[in-house]
């Protein structure tokens, strides 16, 4: 049998998203009604537009009890995870090893939950936890740093190329 070695570097960041789990009121009613837009022609929904998308993923950010729990830690590879596929998007997790050469993304928006990332190159500007991320193109997220990296991303359904 390999012993395992437990990595702790995301263990202040997932402390403090546990720690707020008391502190955040439920917030059911804004979780099943981010996504809802009005409807456009013949009855479809309208697309969603960055905003909502932002908002959805600062919603799902801030309630980690939804998603905590589907965290993997690979040691030799990047895993990307669903959190929740709805009418019109896709949220998910990507959770980066130390040092990982890189996943591409396409989401629209996305935010860093625990540890460091780059997009591009592992030369591009540190992402850090906190700020939203706006995307439009296809990039590349590589892990940065010497622990793991957890990401949140957010992304419109693109008529029939969804994943």
Known sequence: MIPLTADMSVAPELARLAGSVLLIPAQEAQLAAWAARP???????????LGTLSRGLRIIAATPERWWSLVRFEPDRSVEVTVEQGAGYRAWLVVLPPQDAGRPCDCDVATMIAGQATEGTPDSAV????????????????????????????????GGRDR
Request: glycine share 16%; proline share 9%; hydrophobic share 30%.
């Open 39 to 49: 409807t456009g022609p013949e009855g479809r929904p309208a697309k969603l537009t």
């Open 127 to 158: 992402l850090r936890p906190g700020p939203l991320r706006v995307h439009g193109e296809r990039h590349v997220l590589r892990g940065q740093g010497a622990g793991y990296s957890i990401s949140l991303h957010v992304r419109a359904d693109r």
